[in-house]
């Protein structure tokens, strides 16, 4: 990492999570760069894409044109899924969202083909989702006959107080204001609802090595890099920050917990395969896990 990148940002902007302006450079991946916050630790695209080249970079991400492993996860999120351990995880989690709140309206952010949704209808759910990709919300529609709303999450005229349950999977990392994003969640859920939150863990043990690789310049280390801060992603948390940035939208923590990638659907050979599920697994044993699962509720009850 050379010298120039080390330096402060000459003209610093507030850390869109925590208020400081404290923002490092961090990594420089050529088409942009990712700083970090020195207080909160978020690390964040700069710069941000306009919406409508988020919306873009998520119909691409979505047809495997930006992640060819994206594609391969939806093929196996229709009517006739293979209980593998994304469906596993998903029952799980539906299961914790059930011991914290009567099943009722639920709303799914960024749905993709509706499996989630299909499997929260069959533990009692109303299903409802929001999507800004109309292809998923077609899926959604042809795989399960859930009917998904097209449009941005902040701006679609949802009635406040509307929903039982609000679960974004996979969403947070991608939106472009995250605090604004859990606010407008707070503000859909009846009181004493829920809302669940799963992101990729940017202090787990495998990013913590191959950061440190990419930093050493190691051999393929751009190729890393790549893989590691993918397009559609444009914040990158920790637990921490995570439960930071649900508290500053004034959730209530219920629960905050690890969870691991499954990388069966990714095409990666068995050489490169066995290692990192081996640094997955020691991850997790250390409190370093690829993924964060929080539950919050908002305050107050019905």
């Given at each position: 990492?050379?010298?120039?990148?080390?330096?402060?940002?000459?003209?610093?902007?507030?850390?869109?999570?925590?208020?400081?302006?404290?923002?490092?450079?961090?990594?420089?991946?050529?088409?942009?760069?990712l700083?970090?916050?020195?207080?909160?630790?978020?690390?964040?695209?700069?710069?941000?894409?306009?919406?409508?080249?988020?919306?873009?970079?998520?119909?691409?991400?979505?047809?495997?044109?930006?992640?060819?492993?994206?594609?391969?996860?939806?093929?196996?999120?229709?009517?006739?899924?293979?209980?593998d351990?994304?469906?596993?995880?998903?029952?799980?989690?539906?299961?914790?969202m059930?011991?914290?709140?009567?099943?009722?309206?639920?709303?799914?952010?960024?749905?993709?083909?509706?499996?989630?949704?299909?499997?929260?209808?069959?533990?009692?759910?109303?299903?409802?989702?929001?999507?800004?990709?109309?292809?998923?919300?077609?899926?959604?529609?042809?795989?399960?006959?859930?009917?998904?709303?097209?449009?941005?999450?902040?701006?679609?005229?949802?009635?406040?107080?509307?929903?039982?349950c609000?679960?974004?999977?996979?969403?947070?990392?991608?939106?472009?204001?995250?605090v604004?994003?859990?606010?407008?969640?707070?503000?859909?859920?009846?009181?004493?609802?829920?809302?669940v939150?799963?992101?990729?863990?940017?202090?787990?043990?495998?990013?913590?090595?191959?950061?440190?690789?990419?930093?050493?310049?190691?051999?393929?280390?751009?190729?890393?890099?790549?893989?590691?801060?993918?397009?559609?992603?444009?914040?990158?948390?920790?637990?921490?920050?995570?439960?930071?940035?649900?508290?500053r939208?004034?959730?209530?923590?219920?629960?905050?917990?690890?969870?691991?990638?499954?990388?069966?659907?990714?095409?990666?050979?068995?050489?490169?395969?066995?290692?990192?599920?081996?640094?997955?697994?020691?991850?997790?044993?250390?409190?370093?896990?690829?993924?964060?699962?929080?539950?919050?509720?908002?305050?107050?009850?019905?």
């Open positions: 990492m050379n010298t120039e990148l080390r330096q402060t940002i000459d003209t610093p902007s507030p850390c869109p999570i925590c208020g400081e302006s404290e923002l490092i450079p961090y990594h420089d991946q050529v088409w942009r760069r700083i970090k916050c020195r207080t909160c630790r978020i690390v964040v695209a700069d710069p941000l894409p306009s919406l409508d080249e988020k919306i873009e970079i998520e119909r691409q991400a979505y047809i495997g044109e930006a992640l060819p492993e994206t594609a391969e996860f939806f093929a196996n999120c229709n009517r006739d899924f293979e209980e351990a994304v469906i596993r995880s998903f029952r799980r989690i539906i299961s914790q059930g011991e914290a709140r009567e099943p009722g309206r639920l709303l799914d952010v960024g749905p993709g083909t509706g499996i989630f949704l299909h499997l929260a209808r069959e533990q009692g759910w109303e299903p409802h989702g929001i999507d800004v990709c109309e292809i998923a919300a077609a899926k959604a529609r042809d795989e399960f006959g859930i009917d998904i709303d097209v449009g941005e999450f902040g701006q679609f005229p949802y009635e406040p107080a509307s929903f039982d609000i679960t974004m999977l996979d969403v947070l990392e991608h939106t472009l204001d995250p604004r994003f859990l606010e407008r969640a707070l503000d859909l859920l009846k009181p004493g609802g829920i809302l939150v799963a992101v990729p863990n940017q202090q787990c043990l495998l990013t913590a090595i191959l950061d440190r690789y990419i930093w050493l310049a190691g051999i393929g280390g751009q190729w890393f890099l790549e893989r590691l801060y993918v397009s559609p992603h444009v914040y990158y948390f920790g637990p921490r920050v995570l439960k930071f940035a649900l508290e939208a004034r959730f209530n923590i219920v629960r905050l917990e690890g969870g691991n990638v499954y990388l069966g659907r990714y095409r990666l050979p068995i050489w490169m395969r066995v290692p990192l599920e081996l640094v997955l697994h020691v991850g997790s044993l250390l409190g370093m896990s690829a993924r964060v699962i929080a539950i919050a509720r908002k305050p107050g009850a019905e």
